[in-house]
Protein backbone atom coordinates (compact mmCIF):
# COMPACT_ATOMS: atom_id res chain seq x y z
CA UNK A 1 0.00 0.00 0.00
CA UNK A 2 1.13 3.59 -0.73
CA UNK A 3 2.05 5.97 1.83
CA UNK A 4 -0.84 7.79 1.08
CA UNK A 5 -3.72 4.89 1.28
CA UNK A 6 -1.75 3.74 4.62
CA UNK A 7 -1.98 7.65 5.49
CA UNK A 8 -5.18 8.92 8.30
CA UNK A 9 -4.88 12.47 7.02
CA UNK A 10 -5.89 11.11 3.15
CA UNK A 11 -8.80 9.22 4.84
CA UNK A 12 -9.31 12.40 6.80
CA UNK A 13 -9.92 14.50 3.57
CA UNK A 14 -11.89 12.03 1.42
CA UNK A 15 -14.49 11.86 4.02
CA UNK A 16 -14.83 15.62 4.63
CA UNK A 17 -15.85 15.27 0.50
CA UNK A 18 -17.88 12.52 1.38
CA UNK A 19 -20.28 14.33 4.06
CA UNK A 20 -19.81 17.35 2.21
CA UNK A 21 -20.81 16.14 -1.05
CA UNK A 22 -24.02 15.07 1.30
CA UNK A 23 -24.43 18.31 3.23
CA UNK A 24 -24.16 16.13 6.44
CA UNK A 25 -22.13 18.65 8.45
CA UNK A 26 -25.00 19.55 9.76
CA UNK A 27 -25.73 16.21 11.45
CA UNK A 28 -22.10 15.54 12.28
CA UNK A 29 -21.68 17.42 15.53
CA UNK A 30 -19.53 15.42 17.79
CA UNK A 31 -22.45 14.71 20.07
CA UNK A 32 -24.05 13.08 17.20
CA UNK A 33 -20.65 11.41 15.63
CA UNK A 34 -19.92 9.96 19.22
CA UNK A 35 -23.31 8.34 19.08
CA UNK A 36 -22.65 6.61 15.75
CA UNK A 37 -19.24 5.23 16.71
CA UNK A 38 -20.16 3.84 19.70
CA UNK A 39 -23.24 2.03 17.50
CA UNK A 40 -20.82 0.63 14.98
CA UNK A 41 -18.27 -0.43 17.94
CA UNK A 42 -21.41 -2.44 19.49
CA UNK A 43 -21.58 -4.00 16.04
CA UNK A 44 -18.26 -5.93 16.17
CA UNK A 45 -19.01 -6.68 19.79
CA UNK A 46 -22.32 -8.53 18.32
CA UNK A 47 -19.82 -10.80 16.62
CA UNK A 48 -18.15 -11.48 19.54
CA UNK A 49 -20.59 -11.97 22.33
CA UNK A 50 -21.61 -15.38 22.06
CA UNK A 51 -18.22 -16.35 21.40
CA UNK A 52 -15.37 -18.12 22.86
CA UNK A 53 -12.47 -15.88 23.38
CA UNK A 54 -10.48 -18.62 21.21
CA UNK A 55 -13.64 -19.14 18.99
CA UNK A 56 -13.03 -14.70 18.64
CA UNK A 57 -9.50 -15.40 17.84
CA UNK A 58 -10.02 -17.72 14.82
CA UNK A 59 -13.41 -16.59 12.99
CA UNK A 60 -14.28 -17.90 9.34
CA UNK A 61 -13.19 -16.21 6.62
CA UNK A 62 -16.95 -14.61 5.65
CA UNK A 63 -16.90 -13.62 9.17
CA UNK A 64 -13.43 -11.95 9.43
CA UNK A 65 -14.72 -9.92 6.21
CA UNK A 66 -17.97 -8.99 7.88
CA UNK A 67 -15.83 -7.77 11.05
CA UNK A 68 -13.52 -5.96 8.82
CA UNK A 69 -16.47 -3.53 7.69
CA UNK A 70 -17.60 -2.87 11.00
CA UNK A 71 -13.50 -2.08 11.91
CA UNK A 72 -13.89 0.25 8.75
CA UNK A 73 -17.09 2.10 10.02
CA UNK A 74 -15.22 2.32 13.52
CA UNK A 75 -12.55 4.03 11.92
CA UNK A 76 -14.48 6.33 9.60
CA UNK A 77 -16.43 8.17 12.46
CA UNK A 78 -13.72 8.27 14.74
CA UNK A 79 -11.77 9.89 11.73
CA UNK A 80 -14.93 12.75 11.47
CA UNK A 81 -15.16 13.36 15.07
CA UNK A 82 -11.22 13.85 14.92
CA UNK A 83 -11.65 16.20 12.53
CA UNK A 84 -14.17 18.22 13.52
CA UNK A 85 -12.52 18.60 16.68
CA UNK A 86 -9.51 19.97 15.19
CA UNK A 87 -7.28 16.64 16.88
CA UNK A 88 -4.57 15.57 14.38
CA UNK A 89 -5.38 11.47 15.48
CA UNK A 90 -2.26 9.92 14.51
CA UNK A 91 -0.19 12.51 16.47
CA UNK A 92 -2.90 11.78 19.99
CA UNK A 93 -2.09 8.17 19.45
CA UNK A 94 1.24 8.59 19.31
CA UNK A 95 1.28 10.69 22.15
CA UNK A 96 -0.97 8.42 24.09
CA UNK A 97 0.96 5.62 23.36
CA UNK A 98 4.24 7.48 25.61
CA UNK A 99 1.79 8.02 28.75
CA UNK A 100 1.08 4.69 28.31
CA UNK A 101 4.91 3.60 28.33
CA UNK A 102 5.06 5.74 31.81
CA UNK A 103 1.91 4.35 33.36
CA UNK A 104 2.27 0.95 32.91
CA UNK A 105 6.17 0.27 32.96
CA UNK A 106 6.59 -3.13 31.97
CA UNK A 107 8.39 -5.19 34.39
CA UNK A 108 5.57 -3.91 36.98
CA UNK A 109 2.58 -4.85 34.86
CA UNK A 110 3.78 -7.83 32.84
CA UNK A 111 1.30 -10.29 32.47
CA UNK A 112 -1.44 -8.88 34.27
CA UNK A 113 -3.96 -6.96 32.85
CA UNK A 114 -6.04 -6.45 35.44
CA UNK A 115 -3.55 -4.61 37.12
CA UNK A 116 -3.09 -2.41 34.67
CA UNK A 117 -6.76 -1.55 34.19
CA UNK A 118 -6.87 -0.72 37.68
CA UNK A 119 -3.93 2.14 37.38
CA UNK A 120 -6.64 3.90 35.27
CA UNK B 1 3.85 14.95 10.20
CA UNK B 2 6.10 12.59 8.48
CA UNK B 3 4.52 9.85 6.25
CA UNK B 4 5.70 7.37 8.93
CA UNK B 5 3.86 9.34 12.07
CA UNK B 6 0.67 9.27 10.42
CA UNK B 7 1.00 5.63 9.19
CA UNK B 8 -1.48 3.15 10.74
CA UNK B 9 1.12 0.33 10.12
CA UNK B 10 3.75 2.28 12.00
CA UNK B 11 1.29 2.49 15.32
CA UNK B 12 0.30 -0.94 14.44
CA UNK B 13 3.72 -2.29 14.90
CA UNK B 14 4.38 0.34 18.01
CA UNK B 15 1.22 -1.01 19.82
CA UNK B 16 2.86 -4.63 18.60
CA UNK B 17 5.93 -4.31 20.47
CA UNK B 18 3.76 -2.16 23.63
CA UNK B 19 1.54 -5.59 24.15
CA UNK B 20 4.81 -7.95 23.66
CA UNK B 21 6.65 -6.09 26.20
CA UNK B 22 4.50 -6.36 28.88
CA UNK B 23 3.30 -10.42 28.17
CA UNK B 24 -0.64 -8.84 27.10
CA UNK B 25 -1.04 -10.37 23.86
CA UNK B 26 -2.88 -13.35 26.31
CA UNK B 27 -5.59 -10.90 27.15
CA UNK B 28 -5.76 -9.42 23.74
CA UNK B 29 -8.38 -11.90 22.20
CA UNK B 30 -10.76 -9.85 19.45
CA UNK B 31 -13.54 -10.72 21.92
CA UNK B 32 -11.44 -8.88 24.79
CA UNK B 33 -10.11 -6.20 22.70
CA UNK B 34 -13.49 -4.80 21.35
CA UNK B 35 -14.96 -4.91 25.37
CA UNK B 36 -12.34 -2.60 25.59
CA UNK B 37 -12.77 -0.29 22.78
CA UNK B 38 -16.32 -0.08 23.12
CA UNK B 39 -15.49 1.05 26.93
CA UNK B 40 -13.34 4.19 25.67
CA UNK B 41 -16.22 4.90 23.38
CA UNK B 42 -18.33 5.03 25.76
CA UNK B 43 -15.80 7.48 27.59
CA UNK B 44 -15.98 9.46 24.80
CA UNK B 45 -20.38 9.57 24.99
CA UNK B 46 -19.78 10.80 28.56
CA UNK B 47 -18.14 13.95 27.16
CA UNK B 48 -20.96 14.90 24.96
CA UNK B 49 -23.94 13.83 26.96
CA UNK B 50 -25.41 16.59 28.70
CA UNK B 51 -23.98 19.03 25.89
CA UNK B 52 -26.04 20.55 23.25
CA UNK B 53 -24.69 19.77 19.77
CA UNK B 54 -23.46 23.47 19.45
CA UNK B 55 -21.61 22.79 22.50
CA UNK B 56 -20.35 19.98 21.53
CA UNK B 57 -18.59 22.05 18.46
CA UNK B 58 -17.00 24.79 20.63
CA UNK B 59 -15.44 22.79 23.56
CA UNK B 60 -12.86 24.53 26.07
CA UNK B 61 -9.48 23.70 25.08
CA UNK B 62 -9.19 21.61 28.34
CA UNK B 63 -11.66 19.49 27.37
CA UNK B 64 -10.65 19.02 23.88
CA UNK B 65 -7.54 17.81 25.52
CA UNK B 66 -9.60 14.98 27.07
CA UNK B 67 -11.28 14.77 24.19
CA UNK B 68 -8.33 14.12 22.23
CA UNK B 69 -7.06 11.92 24.37
CA UNK B 70 -10.24 9.60 24.03
CA UNK B 71 -9.99 10.04 20.58
CA UNK B 72 -6.47 8.29 20.81
CA UNK B 73 -7.62 5.32 23.05
CA UNK B 74 -10.37 4.27 20.64
CA UNK B 75 -7.97 4.28 17.73
CA UNK B 76 -5.35 2.03 19.81
CA UNK B 77 -7.40 -0.79 20.28
CA UNK B 78 -9.25 -0.22 16.69
CA UNK B 79 -5.36 -0.74 15.56
CA UNK B 80 -4.86 -3.61 17.89
CA UNK B 81 -8.00 -5.93 17.08
CA UNK B 82 -7.46 -5.37 13.22
CA UNK B 83 -4.15 -6.45 13.93
CA UNK B 84 -4.54 -9.47 15.93
CA UNK B 85 -7.48 -10.29 13.44
CA UNK B 86 -4.52 -10.03 10.11
CA UNK B 87 -7.39 -7.03 8.58
CA UNK B 88 -5.64 -4.19 6.81
CA UNK B 89 -7.24 -1.21 8.40
CA UNK B 90 -6.83 1.98 6.17
CA UNK B 91 -7.76 -0.92 3.13
CA UNK B 92 -11.27 -1.48 5.27
CA UNK B 93 -11.53 2.23 5.52
CA UNK B 94 -10.93 2.51 1.96
CA UNK B 95 -13.40 -0.17 0.40
CA UNK B 96 -16.09 0.78 3.13
CA UNK B 97 -15.79 4.01 1.23
CA UNK B 98 -16.64 2.92 -1.84
CA UNK B 99 -19.06 0.92 -0.70
CA UNK B 100 -20.65 3.94 0.97
CA UNK B 101 -20.44 5.93 -2.16
CA UNK B 102 -22.84 3.31 -4.04
CA UNK B 103 -25.06 3.24 -1.17
CA UNK B 104 -25.34 6.43 -0.44
CA UNK B 105 -25.88 8.48 -3.59
CA UNK B 106 -25.55 12.37 -3.08
CA UNK B 107 -28.29 13.42 -5.07
CA UNK B 108 -30.52 11.06 -3.44
CA UNK B 109 -29.49 11.41 0.34
CA UNK B 110 -28.74 15.06 0.41
CA UNK B 111 -29.44 17.09 3.44
CA UNK B 112 -31.06 13.79 5.00
CA UNK B 113 -29.08 11.58 7.36
CA UNK B 114 -32.04 10.12 8.43
CA UNK B 115 -32.41 8.71 4.94
CA UNK B 116 -29.42 6.81 4.75
CA UNK B 117 -29.94 5.38 8.10
CA UNK B 118 -32.97 3.48 6.99
CA UNK B 119 -30.93 1.96 4.13
CA UNK B 120 -28.36 0.49 6.83
CA UNK C 1 -50.99 -3.70 35.86
CA UNK C 2 -51.24 -6.06 38.83
CA UNK C 3 -48.13 -6.21 41.29
CA UNK C 4 -46.67 -9.21 39.79
CA UNK C 5 -47.00 -8.22 36.54
CA UNK C 6 -44.90 -4.77 37.58
CA UNK C 7 -42.62 -6.52 39.91
CA UNK C 8 -38.63 -7.69 38.57
CA UNK C 9 -38.95 -10.77 40.56
CA UNK C 10 -41.52 -11.62 38.21
CA UNK C 11 -39.57 -11.05 35.27
CA UNK C 12 -36.31 -12.30 36.50
CA UNK C 13 -38.07 -15.85 37.32
CA UNK C 14 -39.70 -15.91 33.57
CA UNK C 15 -36.49 -15.55 32.34
CA UNK C 16 -34.52 -17.90 34.01
CA UNK C 17 -37.23 -20.30 32.94
CA UNK C 18 -36.59 -19.15 29.27
CA UNK C 19 -33.21 -19.45 29.18
CA UNK C 20 -33.33 -23.06 30.72
CA UNK C 21 -35.79 -24.61 28.46
CA UNK C 22 -33.06 -23.45 25.48
CA UNK C 23 -30.07 -24.41 27.64
CA UNK C 24 -28.71 -20.96 26.95
CA UNK C 25 -27.32 -20.84 30.50
CA UNK C 26 -23.74 -21.71 29.23
CA UNK C 27 -23.57 -18.61 26.92
CA UNK C 28 -24.87 -16.58 29.84
CA UNK C 29 -22.06 -15.64 31.73
CA UNK C 30 -21.70 -12.16 33.03
CA UNK C 31 -19.07 -10.95 31.02
CA UNK C 32 -21.39 -12.22 27.63
CA UNK C 33 -24.55 -10.49 28.81
CA UNK C 34 -22.81 -7.52 29.79
CA UNK C 35 -22.11 -7.44 26.02
CA UNK C 36 -25.33 -8.15 24.63
CA UNK C 37 -27.03 -5.33 27.48
CA UNK C 38 -24.44 -2.83 26.06
CA UNK C 39 -25.41 -4.13 21.70
CA UNK C 40 -28.96 -3.26 23.10
CA UNK C 41 -27.97 -0.05 24.12
CA UNK C 42 -26.57 0.48 20.92
CA UNK C 43 -29.56 -0.23 18.92
CA UNK C 44 -31.65 2.44 21.19
CA UNK C 45 -28.85 4.77 20.55
CA UNK C 46 -29.01 3.99 16.72
CA UNK C 47 -32.39 5.62 16.88
CA UNK C 48 -31.75 8.72 18.38
CA UNK C 49 -28.29 9.69 16.52
CA UNK C 50 -29.31 11.57 13.95
CA UNK C 51 -32.48 13.48 15.76
CA UNK C 52 -32.45 16.84 17.59
CA UNK C 53 -33.08 16.32 21.59
CA UNK C 54 -36.71 17.56 20.91
CA UNK C 55 -37.02 15.41 18.05
CA UNK C 56 -35.79 12.73 20.58
CA UNK C 57 -38.70 13.99 22.10
CA UNK C 58 -41.89 13.43 20.15
CA UNK C 59 -41.22 10.25 18.09
CA UNK C 60 -43.99 9.31 16.11
CA UNK C 61 -45.69 5.91 17.16
CA UNK C 62 -44.19 3.60 15.02
CA UNK C 63 -40.70 4.73 16.66
CA UNK C 64 -42.19 4.94 19.62
CA UNK C 65 -42.82 0.91 19.36
CA UNK C 66 -39.45 0.12 18.32
CA UNK C 67 -37.89 2.01 20.85
CA UNK C 68 -40.02 0.31 23.02
CA UNK C 69 -38.98 -3.07 22.46
CA UNK C 70 -35.46 -2.07 22.17
CA UNK C 71 -35.76 -0.52 25.96
CA UNK C 72 -36.90 -3.90 26.71
CA UNK C 73 -34.33 -5.94 25.30
CA UNK C 74 -32.19 -4.05 27.68
CA UNK C 75 -34.31 -4.52 30.84
CA UNK C 76 -34.41 -8.58 29.93
CA UNK C 77 -30.26 -8.50 29.41
CA UNK C 78 -29.87 -6.11 32.57
CA UNK C 79 -32.34 -8.79 35.08
CA UNK C 80 -30.32 -11.77 33.48
CA UNK C 81 -27.02 -10.07 34.72
CA UNK C 82 -27.95 -9.48 38.00
CA UNK C 83 -29.96 -12.99 38.37
CA UNK C 84 -26.73 -14.76 37.17
CA UNK C 85 -24.81 -12.24 39.90
CA UNK C 86 -27.52 -12.92 42.88
CA UNK C 87 -27.52 -8.98 42.88
CA UNK C 88 -31.37 -7.65 43.46
CA UNK C 89 -31.88 -5.36 41.02
CA UNK C 90 -34.90 -3.03 42.77
CA UNK C 91 -32.84 -3.09 45.91
CA UNK C 92 -29.83 -2.15 44.62
CA UNK C 93 -31.31 0.86 42.53
CA UNK C 94 -33.08 2.13 45.72
CA UNK C 95 -29.71 2.21 47.10
CA UNK C 96 -28.13 3.80 44.71
CA UNK C 97 -30.62 6.06 44.73
CA UNK C 98 -30.11 7.06 47.82
CA UNK C 99 -26.46 7.68 46.93
CA UNK C 100 -27.38 9.84 44.54
CA UNK C 101 -29.22 11.79 47.33
CA UNK C 102 -26.26 12.59 49.27
CA UNK C 103 -24.40 12.97 46.20
CA UNK C 104 -25.72 15.60 44.31
CA UNK C 105 -27.57 17.93 46.68
CA UNK C 106 -31.01 19.55 44.90
CA UNK C 107 -29.77 22.78 46.48
CA UNK C 108 -25.64 22.85 44.95
CA UNK C 109 -26.98 20.94 41.57
CA UNK C 110 -29.81 22.20 40.55
CA UNK C 111 -30.14 23.09 36.72
CA UNK C 112 -26.61 21.81 36.16
CA UNK C 113 -26.47 18.33 35.05
CA UNK C 114 -22.55 19.08 33.84
CA UNK C 115 -21.56 20.05 37.67
CA UNK C 116 -23.12 16.68 38.51
CA UNK C 117 -21.12 14.68 36.16
CA UNK C 118 -17.98 16.56 37.49
CA UNK C 119 -18.60 14.59 40.99
CA UNK C 120 -18.63 11.40 38.97
CA UNK D 1 -38.94 -6.98 50.11
CA UNK D 2 -42.09 -5.44 49.70
CA UNK D 3 -43.92 -5.72 46.40
CA UNK D 4 -43.68 -2.00 46.34
CA UNK D 5 -40.05 -1.76 46.70
CA UNK D 6 -39.53 -4.57 43.43
CA UNK D 7 -41.98 -2.28 41.74
CA UNK D 8 -40.57 -0.77 38.46
CA UNK D 9 -43.26 1.83 39.07
CA UNK D 10 -42.45 2.72 42.74
CA UNK D 11 -38.76 3.07 41.17
CA UNK D 12 -40.13 5.41 37.93
CA UNK D 13 -42.36 7.89 40.52
CA UNK D 14 -38.73 8.03 42.94
CA UNK D 15 -36.83 8.88 39.63
CA UNK D 16 -39.04 11.48 38.32
CA UNK D 17 -39.46 13.23 41.46
CA UNK D 18 -35.42 12.89 42.00
CA UNK D 19 -34.71 15.05 38.58
CA UNK D 20 -37.52 17.33 39.38
CA UNK D 21 -35.89 18.62 42.70
CA UNK D 22 -33.06 19.11 40.53
CA UNK D 23 -34.56 20.57 37.45
CA UNK D 24 -32.80 18.00 34.97
CA UNK D 25 -35.73 17.27 33.35
CA UNK D 26 -34.06 19.85 30.80
CA UNK D 27 -31.46 17.56 30.43
CA UNK D 28 -32.97 14.50 30.24
CA UNK D 29 -34.16 14.15 26.81
CA UNK D 30 -33.95 10.52 25.31
CA UNK D 31 -31.29 11.15 23.10
CA UNK D 32 -29.03 12.66 26.10
CA UNK D 33 -30.41 9.63 28.55
CA UNK D 34 -29.83 7.10 25.71
CA UNK D 35 -26.30 8.33 26.10
CA UNK D 36 -25.90 8.16 29.68
CA UNK D 37 -27.45 4.82 29.73
CA UNK D 38 -24.59 3.23 26.89
CA UNK D 39 -22.03 5.15 29.28
CA UNK D 40 -23.02 3.37 32.19
CA UNK D 41 -23.19 -0.09 30.27
CA UNK D 42 -19.78 0.52 29.51
CA UNK D 43 -18.95 0.90 33.18
CA UNK D 44 -20.01 -3.00 33.28
CA UNK D 45 -18.09 -4.08 30.38
CA UNK D 46 -15.15 -2.54 32.04
CA UNK D 47 -15.22 -4.70 35.40
CA UNK D 48 -15.37 -8.19 32.46
CA UNK D 49 -13.47 -6.99 29.60
CA UNK D 50 -9.91 -8.85 30.82
CA UNK D 51 -11.71 -11.32 32.88
CA UNK D 52 -12.14 -15.00 31.52
CA UNK D 53 -16.01 -16.21 31.46
CA UNK D 54 -15.35 -18.35 34.15
CA UNK D 55 -14.07 -15.53 36.71
CA UNK D 56 -16.83 -13.18 35.39
CA UNK D 57 -18.85 -15.76 37.04
CA UNK D 58 -17.25 -15.59 41.17
CA UNK D 59 -16.59 -12.12 41.28
CA UNK D 60 -14.72 -11.12 45.01
CA UNK D 61 -17.37 -9.59 46.95
CA UNK D 62 -16.19 -6.11 46.64
CA UNK D 63 -15.82 -6.01 43.01
CA UNK D 64 -19.64 -7.77 43.08
CA UNK D 65 -21.10 -4.90 44.95
CA UNK D 66 -19.42 -2.62 42.67
CA UNK D 67 -20.99 -3.85 39.81
CA UNK D 68 -24.43 -4.30 41.42
CA UNK D 69 -24.11 -0.15 41.62
CA UNK D 70 -23.40 -0.37 37.99
CA UNK D 71 -26.53 -2.46 37.41
CA UNK D 72 -28.02 0.06 39.40
CA UNK D 73 -27.10 2.92 37.03
CA UNK D 74 -28.31 1.27 33.79
CA UNK D 75 -31.80 0.74 35.37
CA UNK D 76 -32.12 4.41 36.85
CA UNK D 77 -31.41 5.60 33.04
CA UNK D 78 -33.45 2.85 31.63
CA UNK D 79 -36.90 4.06 34.10
CA UNK D 80 -35.88 7.60 33.17
CA UNK D 81 -36.13 6.95 29.68
CA UNK D 82 -39.01 5.01 29.39
CA UNK D 83 -41.05 7.23 31.70
CA UNK D 84 -39.64 9.93 29.43
CA UNK D 85 -41.52 8.75 26.14
CA UNK D 86 -44.41 7.40 27.82
CA UNK D 87 -43.62 3.70 27.57
CA UNK D 88 -44.32 0.91 30.53
CA UNK D 89 -41.12 -0.98 30.60
CA UNK D 90 -42.47 -4.24 32.82
CA UNK D 91 -44.84 -4.50 30.10
CA UNK D 92 -42.84 -3.94 27.18
CA UNK D 93 -40.30 -6.47 28.60
CA UNK D 94 -43.36 -9.33 29.11
CA UNK D 95 -44.19 -8.33 25.29
CA UNK D 96 -41.18 -8.72 24.00
CA UNK D 97 -40.21 -12.34 26.02
CA UNK D 98 -43.64 -13.72 24.57
CA UNK D 99 -41.90 -12.67 21.37
CA UNK D 100 -38.54 -13.85 21.63
CA UNK D 101 -40.82 -17.21 22.55
CA UNK D 102 -42.02 -17.65 19.35
CA UNK D 103 -38.88 -16.26 17.67
CA UNK D 104 -36.61 -18.81 18.89
CA UNK D 105 -38.51 -22.23 19.45
CA UNK D 106 -37.06 -23.78 22.52
CA UNK D 107 -36.60 -27.04 20.58
CA UNK D 108 -34.80 -24.94 17.46
CA UNK D 109 -32.24 -23.07 19.30
CA UNK D 110 -32.04 -25.89 22.22
CA UNK D 111 -27.59 -24.87 23.13
CA UNK D 112 -26.71 -22.94 20.55
CA UNK D 113 -26.77 -18.70 21.10
CA UNK D 114 -25.34 -18.23 17.90
CA UNK D 115 -28.09 -19.67 15.90
CA UNK D 116 -30.46 -17.82 17.58
CA UNK D 117 -28.48 -14.49 16.89
CA UNK D 118 -28.41 -15.41 13.43
CA UNK D 119 -32.21 -14.61 13.98
CA UNK D 120 -31.97 -11.68 15.14
Known sequence: MS????SLQGLRQR?????????WDQFHSPK??????IAEA???????????EAQSQSLPPDKIN???LE???????LIRIADKLGV????????KIEMNEQRYPAN?????????SEYD
Open 3 to 6: DTAD
Open 15 to 23: LAEFAAARD
Open 32 to 37: NLSMAL
Open 42 to 52: AELIEHFQWLS
Open 66 to 68: KVR
Open 71 to 77: LADILIY
Open 88 to 95: DLAQAAWE
Open 108 to 116: KVRGDARRA
